[in-house]
């Protein structure tokens, strides 16, 4: 087996702390990475405090990786060792249902598997993930980074990038839509940045007004107070789709009307107790759609990996050392952070040393 | 103006009673009917009593109307004395907005023009409805009713019928699809025999477990109740496509976990008070819609009406005297009813020459 560190949680009242794991040696499909950069996603924090109620610890979370490859199976051919690679929130599925076939492995028939807090399906026990000096991936889960890319910064592409490309690709954003983005978080602001080099005129909506200079900033073309109801009003039956990052609950009525007919909203985000039940007539008037889309395949992670390399795209983050974990969970939570937090492995050596 | 009796409310706490009022005079472009059936839809029931908040009082309801053409104006080229027509719940749009310009009219940018409670383009106040000797309509909203049909009987097609078929037909159900049909009432039973006349295979879901014989003649190829839970489970992912017509509150999850991957639950129905709210996970985790659909625009209720020709496709009916309406929106209030209450307007005459 090979030996690990990392940052993990022992239970869901823990701190995450410094743990020594195992993970399996890499097989001949196998790629072995040594982690460089690992993003901090909400995921990660609702699974070391047991929030979604299915961890089994102790948890080592992190699912935004960006590393090098150190060695690679016997039938690897996609990537070779000094690789600079990526993983995401997937490190295995069935390959073989409806889904898998399509490219679509994020909604395998069978549930794919998880690289935290998944089933290991080669030495049993869970998956361990970025929080930590290497990790062991089939190569169909591992992606190329391109090369023009700051690798730290890019490290979120890998969730919260692919979170916002792939519903944005699905429902065919592109020149002369108008695009709505709810929310300015992590995955709003990567939003905003792929929305707009899709060529999209992006309209961001935040209950912040601090925020709204940020969003021009960051790509939108208007920023718009959604507790303002004469700026909402200004939008409605404008919208050709609107893509809601939003987690926490909120009026989805106030966005639903501001689409045009036949148009729909989709939610990526999941709240811990439900919204406020979304009108009927909102939907029936216009026959308006509400829909939501959960991360995106491999093949169009790569996609999009390529597309953000094309346009120079990357996540505005906020690197910290692996000591500052913790910290960084109780800042998010807070929503201080510009927009997210990225772990610099190189911080784990001093506690290999001890 | 042109005489007209009929019956309508005086008041939200009044009993339907007969009433005689005006109508314009048919112009260059508009058809004068004699009104034969006039099926009684449950938002008749509804605008009679204010339930929506928006009624305007006479109100004379009825929007499932088959009758015979008496006159026509000088511009009319569509119809000619003697046809047998019918009218919908639209008797007139804007002609210009985006949706109308699509053969959309049910969704004119500028709120379609009512055949009852809505506002009279021509001479001011209110439209009136088909409880009623006649009316006046312009020639485009004006359908063609198949030969082979029984007239009584292919009055509620035009509601039920295309409320159901133009659903059906936007989600493109046909040979080789699943589909759910919710809830075995007026709309529900139009629902089964057109989505078995489109090919596809009919699952019907009740909570009547008395039904569920019924929905198997009128063509469902399967029938389930919709409190087991077991029989519920055997239908997960499975489904491509839910037309739900139920109106009362329920447990949308209940059917959004049947559908498969990609696939949409569509609403025909508005709920008085909402629907408990739908669990976002569900429309994450399979990329599911929830849509709404309302009527259909003017062409494609001809299109229905001709596939309904077709397929010889009629609605079950309860033929009632006028005199019986306040009865019949009581039984119809306890689903007593098989499946569609239709007046005989002949039943008028007796009050014509009191």
Not at 66 to 93: E, N, P
Not at 254 to 268: H, P, Q
Request: proline letters at 4%; glycine letters at 10%; hydrophobic letters at 40%.
């Amino acid at each position: 087996m090979l030996e690990s560190i990392g940052y993990g949680a022992a239970a869901s009242h823990e701190p995450l702390d410094m743990m020594r794991f195992k993970r399996r040696e890499p097989g001949a499909d196998d790629v072995q990475i040594d982690i460089l950069y690992c993003g901090v996603c909400h995921s990660d924090l609702h699974t070391a405090r047991n929030e979604w109620g299915n961890t089994v610890y102790p948890v080592v979370p992190g699912h935004e990786i960006v590393g090098r490859v150190t060695r690679v199976g016997a039938h690897v051919s996609r990537s070779k060792q000094g690789d600079l690679v990526g993983v995401g929130c997937m490190v295995d599925s069935c390959q073989r249902c409806a889904s898998c076939s399509e490219g679509l492995e994020q909604y395998c028939e069978n549930g794919f598997v998880g690289t935290y807090n998944g089933e290991e399906m080669h030495v049993g026990g869970m998956t361990f993930g970025g929080y930590a000096s290497n990790i062991v991936v089939n190569e169909k889960f591992v992606l190329r980074i391109p090369d023009n890319l700051d690798p730290a910064a890019a490290a979120p592409l890998l969730c919260a990038g692919i979170t916002t490309f792939s519903p944005l690709r699905h429902w065919k954003v592109g020149k002369g839509h108008k695009v709505g983005i709810v929310g300015l978080g992590g995955l709003g602001h990567m939003g905003i940045k792929i929305a707009h080099a899709m060529g999209a005129h992006v309209v961001l909506f935040t209950t912040s007004k601090g925020k709204k200079e940020d969003a021009l900033r960051l790509g939108a073309d208007e920023a718009v107070l959604s507790t303002d109801r004469s700026e909402m009003a200004a939008h409605e039956n404008s919208l050709d789709f609107i893509l809601n990052t939003v987690a926490a609950p909120h009026n989805l009525d106030a966005f639903m009307v501001l689409l045009k007919r036949d148009r729909t909203m989709t939610l990526v985000g999941a709240p811990a107790s439900p919204h406020p039940s979304p009108q009927v007539f909102n939907l029936i008037l216009k026959r308006r759609q509400l829909a939501g889309s959960l991360i995106g395949g491999i093949a169009e992670t790569q996609e999009m990996l390529d597309f953000c390399g094309e346009h120079g795209i990357v996540s505005d983050i906020e690197m910290i050392p692996i000591q500052k974990i913790n910290d960084a969970f109780e800042r998010m939570l807070k929503s201080d952070v510009k927009y997210r937090f990225v772990i610099d492995m190189a911080s784990l050596a001093k506690e290999r040393s001890e």
